[in-house]
């Protein structure tokens, strides 16, 4: 590593350092026989601005109390304002926090893999200043299945991750928050996973406009289609989201999407994935828009398909 890009990374830690904060937790757990006993649970999040945290969703899930906890020891009561299973975010509001600064949230759609990485948090419940790990993009559009769910779109890093992370900022050597640490594979080594900011990004916006996530469903279940997925089936495409299945009464059920359809592409932007798809939607549906035009190849013919939401 060169004496440029360590100074770099130096730089960025202790200019973000102070937005980092440690999240404590208080659960009820209730026993066999009912007695209810408070746990504690620790995670990481970062200031968006001077009031809102962002944190997992599986780090403040079920909590009764939050506790947020700065680099310098304040502590302050967190109210949850909302949060979001499907992307594991949360935000939580924050009164009266003083020497604290907000980061800068990057575009996750511009990463590329092998591109270097810092990660940043609580590890583990260590107080104090964070912990900060240096690594890698090791792919990206990564799925992995967690006790919350199945979890879509993650970026996969080398970066050392640990019991705590969760909620911690990932970010790039511009030091721009790229992604939110949300996962290890227990008994791995140099394998954790980040949901995009771009996605996180999106809970915070249906939260603050809506109160809480509201998300467009189409009423189709997909899986992203793959060249040798293409082969097999005989495909005259192989980027898109294969149709496998759709609700009876859905949106997509009423525009005539059929079980086979390939969903190229949504307003004429391209898809590759899922996850694409369901990020458009979203960010459309903030915008006020309820009428989407899908590009739709079935068979070899192409379609044009307009769904109301």
Do not use: C
């Not at 009912?34 to 945290?53: C, E, S, Y």
């Not at 899930?61 to 304002?81: I, R, S």
């Not at 009423?254 to 996850?275: H, K, M, P």
């Amino acid at each position: 590593m060169s004496k440029d890009v360590e100074s770099r990374i130096i730089d960025i830690v202790n200019e973000m350092k102070s937005s980092v904060v440690s999240i404590i937790t208080t659960r009820l757990m209730v026993d066999e026989w009912l007695n209810a006993t408070p746990v504690r649970g620790l995670g990481t999040g970062f200031f968006i601005d001077n009031k809102h945290v962002v944190t997992a969703n599986h780090v403040v899930q079920d909590a009764t109390e939050l506790v947020v906890v700065t680099p310098d020891g304040d502590e302050y009561e967190g109210e949850l304002l909302g949060r979001d299973p499907e992307f594991d975010a949360a935000l939580i509001r924050v009164e009266g926090a003083r020497s604290v600064k907000s980061v800068k949230l990057g575009d996750s759609d511009k990463l590329k893999v092998g591109q270097m990485v810092i990660a940043i948090g609580y590890p583990l419940g260590l107080l104090g200043e964070p912990t900060v790990t240096l690594g890698v993009i090791s792919a990206i559009g990564r799925s992995i299945r967690t006790p919350m769910g199945v979890l879509e779109g993650l970026i996969q890093t080398d970066a050392a991750i640990n019991p705590g992370n969760s909620g911690g900022p990932l970010l790039n050597l511009d030091g721009e928050v790229v992604g939110m640490n949300t996962a290890i594979i227990a008994g791995a080594q140099g394998i954790g996973f980040a949901v995009p900011i771009n996605l996180v990004k999106l809970t915070i916006d249906e939260i603050l406009k809506f109160g809480r996530v509201v998300r467009p469903r189409l009423g189709i279940y997909g899986v992203d289609l793959s060249k040798p997925m293409a082969r097999y089936f005989r495909l005259p495409v192989d980027r898109g989201v294969l149709v496998v299945g759709v609700l009876p009464g859905s949106p997509a059920d009423d525009a005539g999407l059929r079980q086979g359809d390939v969903i190229t592409a949504i307003d004429d932007e391209e898809l590759s994935s899922i996850v694409q798809l369901k990020v458009h939607l979203a960010r459309r549906f903030i915008e006020g828009n309820r009428v989407f035009d899908l590009t739709v190849v079935r068979g070899r013919t192409r379609y044009r398909i307009k769904v109301s939401i």
